[in-house]
Nanobody, 121 residues
C-alpha cells in the first residue's frame, strides 16, 4: 500500500516536497513514478525513477523544476517541487510499476492515494 503526503497550498514560485511511503512492498523492486491530475483533465505522467539504476526522467513541463528521488532505507520516494506555477495545481499520485520505463497510467501496478497541491498567485 502506498501512502502519499506533503501536499498543500503554496504561492507561485514556492516549493513543496511530496512523499510516498510503502507500508508493505519493498519499493526498490519497482520503478516509481508520480502523476498529476488537474481538475477536468486526464492523469498525466510527471516523473519516474527507474528500479535498480535509479535513472530519473521527467515530463517536459516539469523538467528542471521537479526532482524525484528515493530512500530505499526508508522505503520512500520523494518529489521535490520548486518554481511552482499555477498550472502545477493538481492532485499528485505516486505509482509503482514492474516495468523499467513508465510513461502512462496503463503501466501502473499500484497507485497511492492522491495528495492535493494548490498553487496560488
Amino acid at each position: 500500500q502506498l501512502q502519499a503526503s506533503g501536499g498543500g497550498l503554496v504561492q507561485a514560485g514556492g516549493s513543496l516536497t511530496l512523499s510516498c511511503a510503502a507500508s508493505t512492498a519493498t519499493l526498490n523492486r519497482y520503478t516509481m513514478a508520480w502523476f498529476q491530475q488537474a481538475p477536468g483533465k486526464e492523469r498525466e505522467f510527471v516523473a519516474a525513477i527507474r528500479r535498480g539504476s535509479g535513472y530519473t526522467y521527467y515530463s517536459n513541463s516539469v523538467k528542471g523544476r521537479f526532482t524525484i528521488s528515493r530512500d530505499n532505507a526508508k522505503n520512500t520516494v520523494y518529489l521535490q517541487l520548486s518554481g511552482l506555477k499555477l498550472e502545477d495545481t493538481a492532485v499528485y499520485y505516486c505509482a509503482a510499476t514492474l516495468y523499467d520505463t513508465i510513461w502512462n497510467g496503463n503501466q501502473v501496478n499500484y497507485w497511492g492515494q492522491g495528495t492535493q497541491v494548490t498553487v496560488s498567485s
